[in-house]
Structure formats: structure tokens, C-alpha cells
T-cell receptor, first 117, second 108 residues
Framework: GAGVSQSPRYKVAKRGQDVALRCDPISGHVSLFWYQQALGQGPEFLTYFQNEAQLDKSGLPSDRFFAERPEGSVSTLKIQRTQQEDSAVYLC???????????????FGPGTRLTVL | QQPVQSPQAVILREGEDAVINCSSSKALYSVHWYRQKHGEAPVFLMILLKGGEQKGHDKISASFNEKKQQSSLYLTASQLSYSGTYFCGIRLDQKLVFGQGTRLTINP
């Protein structure tokens, strides 16, 4: 596609439900990043993939958060047993260059706004 | 580790200039600048890689001072389209750590 796409754009979950957020990066982009953005704050790093390898998951706030990118393209961020504090916009970004060398421009998707009731 | 941006908010009239600063307590390898409009994805503006380097695009430019561990974004003769929240991001290992943002409002 022309850009990074994410689905769903909006998700309302009851506390305790599991949710899955999808990211379709720009075709051919090696690097994929997930961020969490609270209202009025900057994006906070969650995890990073280079192709299918998850190289950094240091930003995942708890073991309820899990991300995968099995074929090195589409990625899914899963949150189990959602809590109210999980409410935020989840942004996905992809980049053409690998993170081991230059870190290039990151192209962001529109985000998924998650509301946990 | 999060860079500190200042000011937190700026209100300008169209045509005025603005400077947004980004400071880090850690040594900087590169600084990335993004602009985000309300409800939209952050959009890339520029990357600065070398100390003292200054880059520009149209009437938006930036400087990067490695020794001072800071970067500044300069908006000249601001246009209505410049409104939004500006974020600097610093590279730490293989990730970007973003500042808290500077909200810029341009009034006609």
C-alpha cells in the first residue's frame, strides 16, 4: 500500500477482554515499531522488529502485552486482560533501513484508539 | 532518558517566527523531528546526524549541537499549516525516545 495502515481505527473493550491490533507496514520496510501514545503526550516506545525478529521489547509495560511479526510483514499487538490504564492510541511505524545502522525516517500509521471501559 | 522540550506551547500570528528546543541528559547520536496534527499520525520533518549540522526544508530548519546535547527547530514566517504538536525524538539503541511535545497554534 501507499502508507502504513492500522486496524481497527477505534476499539472499545470491556475491562478484562483481550484485544488484537493490526499493523500493515509499507511493503519492503525492514523495521517495524509499536508505540503507545497517551493523550497530550509523545509516543512511547513499546517494541521493535527487524523483519520477523523482535529485537527489543523493553517498552512493553507488562506481560499482558505481546507482539508478533511472523512473516516479517504484518504485525499484531495483542493485549490480554485489558485494564483501564491501557486506554491510549497505539501507533505503528515502519522504516526502510535497519536499526543497526542509520536510523532513518519512520512512517507512522494513523493509530488505533483503544478505550477500555 | 526522555528529552525535554521547551516551550510546552506557543501561540503565534501568521507570519511570526518560532523556536522549539529539545534537550537531552544523554549524549546524542541523532535527533529526529516530527509534527503531529490532532487525531493524525506523526509526520517526519527531518533528521540531524552531525554535531552543529543545520538542515532545512522550506521555512523550517533545525540545528543540532552535540556538545550541548540539544537541538532547536526554527519555523520562519509561520503559516497556518504549521499548527500542530512538534516532537523531537532521540535515538537510544534501536529506538526513538520522544519528548513530551510542543503545541504550536498559528492564528490568522
Amino acid at each position: 500500500g501507499a502508507g502504513v495502515s492500522q486496524s481497527p481505527r477505534y476499539k472499545v473493550a470491556k475491562r478484562g477482554q483481550d484485544v488484537a491490533l493490526r499493523c500493515d507496514p509499507i511493503s519492503g520496510h525492514v523495521s517495524l515499531f509499536w508505540y503507545q501514545q497517551a493523550l497530550g503526550q509523545g509516543p512511547e516506545f513499546l517494541t521493535y522488529f527487524q523483519n520477523e525478529a523482535q529485537l527489543d521489547k523493553s517498552g512493553l509495560p507488562s506481560d499482558r502485552f505481546f507482539a508478533e511479526r511472523p512473516e516479517g510483514s504484518v504485525s499484531t499487538l495483542k493485549i490480554q486482560r485489558t485494564q483501564q490504564e491501557d486506554s491510549a492510541v497505539y501507533l505503528c511505524a515502519s522504516s526502510q533501513l535497519s536499526g543497526t545502522g542509520r536510523m532513518g525516517e519512520q512512517f507512522f500509521g494513523p493509530g488505533t484508539r483503544l478505550t477500555v471501559l | 532518558q526522555q528529552p525535554v522540550q521547551s516551550p510546552q506551547a506557543v501561540i503565534l500570528r501568521e507570519g511570526e517566527d518560532a523556536v522549539i528546543n529539545c534537550s537531552s541528559s544523554k549524549a546524542l547520536y541523532s535527533v529526529h523531528w516530527y509534527r503531529q496534527k490532532h487525531g493524525e499520525a506523526p509526520v517526519f520533518l527531518m533528521i540531524l546526524l552531525k554535531g552543529g549540522e543545520q538542515k532545512g526544508h522550506d521555512k523550517i530548519s533545525a540545528s543540532f549541537n552535540e556538545k550541548k546535547q540539544q537541538s532547536s527547530l526554527y519555523l520562519t514566517a509561520s503559516q497556518l499549516s504549521y499548527s500542530g504538536t512538534y516532537f523531537c525524538g532521540i535515538r537510544l539503541d534501536q529506538k526513538l525516545v520522544f519528548g513530551q511535545g510542543t503545541r504550536l497554534t498559528i492564528n490568522p
